[in-house]
């Protein structure tokens, strides 16, 4: 009986391995809405008046380079699209839906987005000179040094929307949702700012937070989003202070380990609890663009390196907003144009670390030693540092040093 089924086994086993891959389906995207646009915009535009009211649907679809120019794509479905260094100049993407679309180095020169859905969209060198977003949904998008020279964003949303470095000269930006969006050194000269909403962890051009008093003198409302104090122990001081990082005190008694829900780990032979997830350690290890990929992806990862080892490593470019990198080590570590806003760096070794041009707007720096680091043109705005953090000259920080860095001292 059993050599029956042997028998019939292998024959399927045989057939599955001469299925040719090109059957199974590739993407969700409907396969004559993307042939016709592949046949280009003439086509396409002619195709589209035949669609009978249905959206097109090229979710997903890899038109990357692709001459676009002119195309009408309104209300398409373009979810997750690849649409990288493609022509859209004059496109119509009204109402179109891009949730995470690639339109990275794209050209929308006087593309129309009115009401386009573009959440996580990463746009970043994309080139959208005196193109219509009006009241566009773009909450987490990136524009990273995109060129939006006379762009109309008015009464779009752009909640945590990433304009470093953009160009927004002459933009409009009237009734624009900024809270929580990273403007730090963008280009906002002529633009019309008026009645934006600003919160506490809007990030301004200056690199400083917005405040009631900025909102106040450029006609915008301000929201305070700040978040609420830390919950208190016995005694007055905070939980970190009562427990510093890598004390040991902040683990659960009962099984060894921290209440920590990232995938922590024992090292062999050692006997040692190593405090930080060792599957983000490697990928973060193994390329940072792929790793700042998979955050775009996961806004809402928790990030747990504490204690991790990165010395002599390169990490320029990486994203570590939001980190807990308690008692980390970073010595002689290359972190230039690093994200590392609002990251708990508390204990970290940083010494003659490479911080050139990194944000580190809201970073715990208590306790940090950055003896000789580079510190050039980087973001210390917000940053919190304590008595016992050593700065690049050897000095330790003081309320003085704070001042001149719009930082905050803080009791250890």
């Keep these: 009986m059993q050599s029956n089924t042997r028998r019939h086994i292998r024959p399927l086993l045989l057939f599955c391995t001469l299925v040719p891959l090109s059957s199974v389906p590739a993407s969700a995207f409907n396969a004559a809405d993307f042939h016709a646009l592949k046949a280009g915009v003439k086509s396409w535009n002619s195709y589209r008046t035949g669609l009978s009211g249905r959206v097109a649907d090229l979710s997903g679809a890899r038109l990357k380079g692709m001459n676009l120019r002119g195309a009408d794509l309104s209300k398409a479905d373009l979810s997750g699209a690849d649409l990288a260094s493609a022509d859209l100049s004059k496109a119509r993407l009204d109402h179109a839906r891009l949730d995470s679309a690639v339109l990275h180095s794209a050209m929308l020169v006087g593309a129309s987005l009115d009401g386009?859905?573009?959440?996580?969209?990463?746009?970043?060198?994309?080139?959208?000179?005196?193109?219509?977003?009006?009241?566009?949904?773009?909450?987490?998008?990136?524009l990273k040094k995109a060129d939006c020279s006379g762009a109309d964003f008015s009464g779009a949303d752009l909640q945590e929307t990433n304009f470093r470095e953009a160009r927004l000269a002459g933009a409009l930006l009237t009734g624009a949702d900024l809270r929580a969006a990273y403007l730090w050194r963008a280009d906002m000269s002529r633009s019309d700012i008026s009645g934006i909403r600003v919160s506490s962890s809007t990030v301004l051009a200056?690199?400083?937070?917005?405040?009631?008093?900025?909102?106040?003198?450029?006609?915008?409302?301000?929201?305070?989003?700040a978040p609420k104090p830390a919950p208190v122990v016995a005694g007055g001081a905070d939980a970190r202070q009562a427990f510093p990082a890598g004390s040991g005190k902040d683990k659960n008694p009962e099984s060894g380990k921290t209440g920590s829900k990232g995938n922590l780990w024992r090292m062999s032979g050692s006997g040692a609890t190593v405090l930080y997830d060792q599957v983000l350690y490697k990928k973060l290890k193994s390329g940072v663009f792929a790793w700042n990929d998979m955050r775009k992806r996961d806004r809402s990862m928790e990030v747990n390196l504490r204690e991790a080892k990165f010395d002599q490593k390169n990490l320029s470019y990486a994203d570590l907003a939001h980190a807990k990198l308690q008692g980390a080590s970073f010595r002689k570590t290359d972190l230039f144009d690093a994200d590392l806003r609002n990251a708990d760096l508390s204990g970290c070794d940083m010494r003659e670390a490479n911080l050139e041009k990194a944000d580190l707007g809201g970073a715990d720096l208590s306790g940090v030693n950055l003896w000789r680091a580079n510190l050039s043109r980087a973001r210390l705005n917000g940053v919190k540092v304590s008595g016992s953090t050593i700065l690049?000259?050897?000095?330790?920080?003081?309320?003085?040093?704070?001042?001149?860095?719009?930082?905050?001292f803080i009791h250890e």
């Design 116 to 142: 386009a859905r573009l959440p996580n969209a990463d746009l970043e060198d994309a080139v959208l000179e005196v193109a219509s977003l009006k009241g566009a949904f773009m909450q987490t998008a990136v």
């Design 392 to 408: 690049d000259t050897g000095k330790k920080a003081n309320r003085e040093w704070c001042g001149r860095h719009d930082a905050v």
């Design 206 to 225: 200056s690199g400083s937070y917005a405040s009631q008093a900025w909102a106040s003198e450029h006609r915008a409302e301000f929201i305070d989003d």
